[in-house]
C-alpha cells in the first residue's frame, strides 16, 4: 500500500514519500520527465518538484500520473489518493506562517518528520535546546522592529518544535556546539546561565547526545553551522539544511550528503565525549555565579 511507509511523520514526511514512489513508477516504465509533465497539463520541472516533495499534489495529477505509469487497479490509486490527501493537511507549524519564510516553512516540516537530526552550531545554542527566555533574545538580537506580540509567536513557534521529544518515538538530536556558544551572554547573564542549566539537564535526556567543541581545536571540517536530517522512510533521502541571510539551501545528492556526513564525524571525535562536555558545562555554571 502507498501509505504504508509515511504512516508516521507529517504531511513532508507523506509528500516526499509519495514523491519518491511516483519517481520510481515512472522511471520503472522509462517515462521522461517532460511526457509525464505533459499527461498532466505541466511541465519536466514541474514533475522533478512533485517527486522531490516541494510542491502539494492535486488528486487529479496524481490519477493521470497513476494510469500513464500503469497502475490502473482502484484500490491501489485509492491508497495514493489518501496520501495525497493526508500530504495536503497543514502542519501544526501553519499557524505560524505568516512569521516564517517559505523556505524555513519546509525546514520545519522535515524536522517534524526526521528521525535522527544532526546539527552544528557555531554563534547559538540549537534551537531544538533553547530555553524560552534564550530564544526571546535571539528573536529580538538585532530587529527592534518586531513588535512584542509577533516576538511572542516566534518564541512559541520554537517552544513548539521541542515537543518533538515529547513524543512516544522522539528523533533522536546529536548536536555538537563550539565552546564560544558558552561565552556570548545572549539575553545577559542570567539568561545564559538558565540555557547552561537546560543544556545540562538536556544531557540527561536518552534522545539527546550533545558535545562541545573546545577552544583548543582548529578548524575541524566544517566552515559553518549545518544539520543534517535522516528519515526513518527508505523513500526519503538525508537532506543537509544551510540556513543563510536570505534563505536556505537542501542538499540531498549523495557526494554533499557524504561531505557533510564526514564532517561530522570529524566533529564528534574532534568535540568533548558527552561526559566531558557535562564537566564543561558544569564549570561554565561556576564561571558565571
Known sequence: MAEDSATEGGPTARRLVLGGQLRRLREAKGISREDAGYAIRGSGSKISR??????????????????????????????FLGLVRRSNEPGWWHRFNDLMP??????????????RIQTYEIQFVPGLLQTEKYAR?????????????????????????????????????W?????????????????????????????????????????????????????????????????????HLCGALYLDKPEDIEVHSAALHRLTTDALTPEDTRKTLKAALNRSS
Open 137 to 173: 533574545a535571539v528573536a529580538t538580537q538585532g530587529r527592534p522592529e518586531f513588535p512584542d506580540d509577533e516576538v511572542a509567536r516566534r518564541v512559541r513557534l520554537r517552544m513548539q518544535r521541542q515537543k518533538l521529544f515529547t513524543r512516544p518515538k522522539p528523533p533522536r538530536l
Open 102 to 115: 517559505s523556505w524555513f516553512q519546509d525546514y520545519v516540516g522535515l524536522e517534524e518528520s526526521a528521525s
Open 50 to 79: 512533485l517527486e522531490l516533495g516541494r510542491v502539494g499534489f492535486k488528486e487529479r495529477d496524481v490519477v493521470d500520473l497513476l494510469t500513464l505509469y500503469g497502475v490502473t487497479d482502484e484500490a491501489e490509486q485509492e491508497s
Open 175 to 243: 548536536a555538537v556546539i563550539d565552546e564560544s556558544v558558552l561565552y556570548r551572554p545572549i539575553g545577559g547573564q542570567e539568561v545564559l546561565r538558565e540555557q547552561i542549566e537546560h543544556l545540562l539537564e538536556a544531557t540527561t535526556m536518552s534522545a539527546v547526545s550533545l558535545q562541545v567543541l573546545p577552544f583548543d581545536v582548529g578548524r575541524s571540517g566544517a566552515e559553518g553551522p549545518f544539520t543534517l536530517l535522516r528519515f526513518a522512510q527508505p523513500e526519503i533521502p538525508d537532506i543537509v539544511y544551510l540556513e
